[in-house]
């Protein structure tokens, strides 16, 4: 075999944040990257995605280690998030010196009066964009206001990123190639008020620490990656593959949540539930009752 017809080496990763008890939704997509992974002979990571220090607890990191192992799955190496926001400076640092960052200095009662009180306030995949106020400052404002104290969080300018690097592509195993779309998500805030690095900058910033090659996840953040693939032309990382699953729902179609009673894996196994032939359900497509993967 020539060296170019040799197989990838697959990475994968799991990537939770330590919220809340994992639910059978976190396991059905873990088991799908770490199946990914081994199929071939390739490595699956775990990375604690704890960024947001106000609501995730160290309790709920170990319940993400017991809740793997007790699936029967076992990682390759492990990244801890709140270990590493001098990467996430870093990162932030060269978009401010490419010029396509604004502070914003909106409060989320501010946004939503000024979301009222226009006529056509423009909508993204996840609900209405951030109307760009701050982006209207003039520098000085910028500057007097920073030098203030005022407090402050940094967005990204996606009409100046995509000036920037022109038209990009991603590709979704599933969905197909992507073209990346200004408006999926607007303006994200890429460091927080009081959150160092925001779930978008660090992700991307990681992905590629960490050597991701093809990047598992549900497709409830399918409409994250048009703004994760700008970040990545913009920092010029190296771009994986994506695989967004359809996402495990309840009875009445609804997508489980962290505190979606009864379903956690914690629960399942104080109810006697044994964590492999879950996992070995799962794979083969059998949902406890009530519960089913989401239509295509
Ligand atoms: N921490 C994110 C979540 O739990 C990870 C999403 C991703 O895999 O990129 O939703």
Known sequence: MSQTDSPRHLVTRFAPSPTGRLHIGHGYSAL????????SGGTFLLRIEDTDVTRCRPEFTDGIYEDLRWLGLDWDGLMI???????????????????VLYPCF???GDIAREL???????????????????????ETERIERIVRGDPHSWRLDMGDALALTGPLIWHDAIAGDMSVERDALGDLILKGRDRPASYHLAVVVDDAAQGVTDVVRGRDVFPSTHAHRTLQALLDLPVPIYRHHALIVDAEGKRLAKRSAGLSLAELRARGVEGRQLADDLRAGRFPVGISLDAP
């Open 81 to 99: 998030q709140s270990e590493r926001f001098a990467a996430y400076e870093a990162a932030l640092d060269r978009l401010k010196a490419l010029g």
């Open 32 to 39: 799908q990257a770490y199946d990914l992974a081994k199929e």
């Open 116 to 138: 009222a009180a226009s006529l056509h306030a423009p909508h993204g995949a996840d609900g209405p964009l951030y109307p760009g106020t701050c982006r209207h400052l003039s």
């Open 106 to 108: 909106c409060t989320r």
